[in-house]
């Protein structure tokens, strides 16, 4: 077993306790028992085209496909081959011809506390009209185009929009800095960029624009800057160039209500997401159209329960991957009443979530660990003090739940009453692989339990051999898999289909079974950190701390945090004629506010004389995470000098 896969075992209580379904949930359920579950997931792993196609077909296809999977060019693998489609058409037009066309859609809540219902006819107005608007700036099918909003409608009519016409969308978390927005916009070529004048964020308006401007300047693809206009010109008024930026309002007004949506090929790309990896650069994961539909519905409708009568809240920003899947595609195709929110969840007090649950009768509620940990510490009187009775269902995603927290949100926020269902995916996976079905599966706390049908999931060793406990492997495609890394195929075959001689995919997780082949993620076991359910590559940080002058060397480390799961730790030697101090740290956590964004600076910056490392000069991270733990010292026997473990560990204790 390798050192990563012992260390993060160790971190895993035994946790026994099993929460059946109550029989009042299975009994409506759209699948009531282990028994459905079992015989439905034979059936798609003995026939998964079969499978595939049955499900694919409850959607509209202008035209119906040749082939459900091609894996001629294995691993890039092709769902639904021949068919055309539209996802914008399957979320919007298909409820307004089933007669849905006046039940709400968006039900989004300002952080300010300004609101806006958007029925399914007001969402197809209105990215029919900015589909219209982006057409008439000459974008199209293919061209890439950058979003860089806050949560607010626009949001989620401008994704769909560019859904509709063709335009791979590339959605940035409004937490990137400029530097970060260029690096994706020059890396996909985007030629447009859409933004806001302001956002919200605990009582403060964020100038997205400047950021904006600041990233784009210089960069000949950005033909065009979109504005929406939600701050009011105070305390940023905002600067408009002639010839390249438009007012979003402007654009849209005059344009017509209705907008053919583009006939798109099955494997045409729909977005590009970027994530974090073990290098230096964060990579563009590519989707396509129409695999990723058929798996966000399907999932959806299978782990949320998903009915049209359901008001359903995932808190995730539409810049994850969480949101592309969760707020948007899977639950409006679903005809799902979705609400949206803008803020923090502790603005203008810490009970604002319990209130919008209850302002709006929620009753499926999606969150992450790193949240409901938050929550707690808050306290029961926040939740306690509110009606939130009309919940039914509630989920959790991004990183491991530690059992304690999953306990505390079963009890306080479900009543003990709701299912919870702890999901397990990624930004390439497209949609939850793991998971609890909520009418059929027992659910054991900080278990992502089992696979969803079509999904054949392993546990293996290094060669390949099954395993208790040690990396997870994917064997079957699905349809929601990614289908590359923009501009880097051969990247897309290192990181994900190198192990194992390509014969399952590589999510860079560990895990282990138990006696009821349930799954327990035990965490990356990469140079990936996971900090509040966020992906930062520990190379992609330390390559930010090197391009200042006075840094030699660095290394950083994710370790153990109560709050946020993971939190980030960077060793810095300083070069020699540099001081290593306040100052100095202070410049290193500003550059990486410029070069990434604020949610990425670590708890803590240690300097050090020097780092520990093998005789061939590789760091030992292991070590790091050891002394920054406070735990006892493994080997130290390699090293090239043992006494500077000692020597840090000091200094890390003063601290
Ligand atoms: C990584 C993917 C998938 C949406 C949010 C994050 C960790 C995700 C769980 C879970 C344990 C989880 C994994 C994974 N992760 N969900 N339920 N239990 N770990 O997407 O940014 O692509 O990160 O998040 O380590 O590899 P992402």
Known sequence: MSESIQSLLESVSKENRSFPPTPEFAEKARVRSMEEYEAEYQRSIDDPEAYWAEIASELHWFKPWDRVLNEDEKPFFKWFEGGKTNLAY????????????????????????????????????????????LKKLGVGKGDRVALYLPMIPELAIA??????????????????????????????????????????????????????????????????????????????????????DHWYHRIVQDQSIHCEPEQLDSEDMLFLLYTSGTTGKPKGIIHTVGGYMVYAYQTTKVVFDMRKEDVYWCTADIGWITGHSYILYGPLQNAASVVMYEGAPNSPDNGRFWDIVEKYGVTIFYTAPTAIRAFMKWGEKWPNAKDLSSLRLLGTVGEPINPEAWIWYHKVIGADRCPIVDTWWQTETGGIL??????????????????????????????????????????????????????DPQR?????????????????????????????????????????????????????????????????????????????????????NATADEKLEKELKDLVIKSIGKFAVPEKLIFSGDLPKTRSGKIMRRLLRDIAEGKALGNVTTLADPSVVETLRKKYQEQ
Do not use: M
């Open 159 to 244: 994704t769909l929009a560019c859904a509709r016409i063709g335009a791979v969308h590339t959605v940035i978390f409004a937490g990137f800095s400029s530097n970060s927005i260029r690096d994706r916009v020059l890396d996909c070529g985007a030629r447009c960029v859409i933004t806001a004048d302001g956002g919200w964020r605990r009582g403060q308006i964020l100038n997205l624009k400047s950021i904006v401007d600041e990233a784009v300047e210089g960069v000949d693809c950005i033909q065009e800057v979109i504005v929406v206009k939600r701050g009011h010109g105070d305390p940023f008024p905002c600067r408009i160039k002639e010839g390249r």
């Open 90 to 133: 399957n979320c919007i037009d298909r409820h307004i011809e089933n007669g849905d066309r006046n039940k709400a859609a968006l039900i989004w809540e300002g952080e300010p506390g300004d609101s806006r219902v958007l029925t399914y006819f007001d969402l197809y107005r209105e990215v029919n009209q900015f589909a219209n608007a």
């Open 434 to 487: 793991l998971s609890p079905l909520p009418g059929a599966t027992p659910t054991k706390p900080g278990s992502a339990t089992l696979p969803l049908f079509g999904i054949d999931a392993a546990v293996l060793d290094d060669e390949g051999n099954e395993q208790k406990a040690g990396i997870l492997a994917i064997r079957k495609p699905w349809p929601g898999i990614l289908r590359g890394i923009y501009g």
């Open 492 to 576: 897309f075959k290192d990181t994900y289909w190198c192990k194992w001689n390509g014969e399952y995919y590589f999510p860079g997780d560990g895990a282990r079974t138990d006696e009821d082949d349930y799954f327990w993620i035990l965490g990356r076991v990469d140079d990936v950190v996971n900090v509040s359910g966020h992906r930062i590559g520990t190379a992609e940080l330390e390559s930010v701390f090197i391009e200042h002058p006075s840094v030699a060397e660095s290394a950083v480390i994710g370790v153990a945090h109560e709050i946020k799961g993971q939190g980030l730790v960077a060793f810095i030697t300083v070069r020699e």
